[in-house]
């Protein structure tokens, strides 16, 4: 086993970086098409990854929804769905949120040493709480999924998550989709981040792969060694 699960990131966003626009209404980036992917995407990983700002924005199930695919999950001794992970500095998640309450699998939440005492009575029986250190580590979570045999996870977000996976040096693979306009407001959320980035033009990503999706360009990158 090991000691990390291969980090395969995964965002759409428009062609000047953002992955939503400021209204309350959630904008849709992405197509039928893409959804579709994302989904066939999702059947092949252990473990499915969002923080606590998108559970709350966009209250996602983070389910299969192909009932094929799940099927075959089963038929290759998988459980139907992947284990939920999210992470959460503050404690700030509503229980009845639908990443507890859909799904069979396991419900994971990692948070800093303080915040866990709190929060895993709110959460009892719904989800195990996971302390990840003060301040919380992507390390230590990554090395706790490995240990429950996490071999592949799939981080979906949102700035502030892609961020500190990729200023950690721990993403191994990006799926960049790109969708064909500009948002231009400078209070949306961007797809990374301000940080420093290991991943510059002195230690440039590997284009493996363009795909085109109607109007979508899905742009996929290798880092490091493109082990897995």
């Known amino acids: 086993m090991s000691d990390r699960p291969y980090v395969l990131l ?11 626009d400021a209204t309350p209404e959630r904008l849709r980036l992405s197509s039928a098409a893409d959804f579709d992917r994302v989904d066939a995407v999702r059947a092949g990983c252990d473990a499915i990854l969002v923080g606590a700002g998108t559970v709350r924005a966009d209250d996602p199930k983070l389910l299969i929804r192909s009932e094929t695919r799940r099927a075959e999950r089963v038929a290759r001794g998988l459980p139907p769905d992947l284990t939920k992970v999210t992470l959460t500095w503050s404690g700030d998640l509503d229980p009845g949120a639908r990443f507890f309450t859909t799904g069979e699998s396991p419900k994971l939440v990692y948070a800093p040493s303080p915040t866990t005492a709190e929060l895993a009575p709110r959460l009892d029986g719904l989800a195990e709480v996971v302390d990840a250190g003060d301040p919380l580590s992507p390390e230590a979570v990554l090395a706790d999924l490995a240990a429950r045999g996490v071999r592949r996870l799939m981080v979906e977000g949102g700035g502030a998550v892609h961020t500190l996976f990729l200023t950690a040096d721990l993403v191994d693979e990006i799926q960049l989709v790109v969708a064909p306009f500009f948002i231009g407001d400078p209070s949306a959320p961007r797809f990374v981040r301000s940080g420093v980035f290991p991943q510059s033009p002195g230690r440039p990503m590997r284009l493996a792969e363009v795909t085109r999706i109607g109007d979508l360009a899905l742009l996929r990158y290798l880092i490091g060694d493109g082990r897995g």
């Open 10 to 20: 995964s965002c759409a966003m428009s062609a000047d970086g953002y992955i939503d």
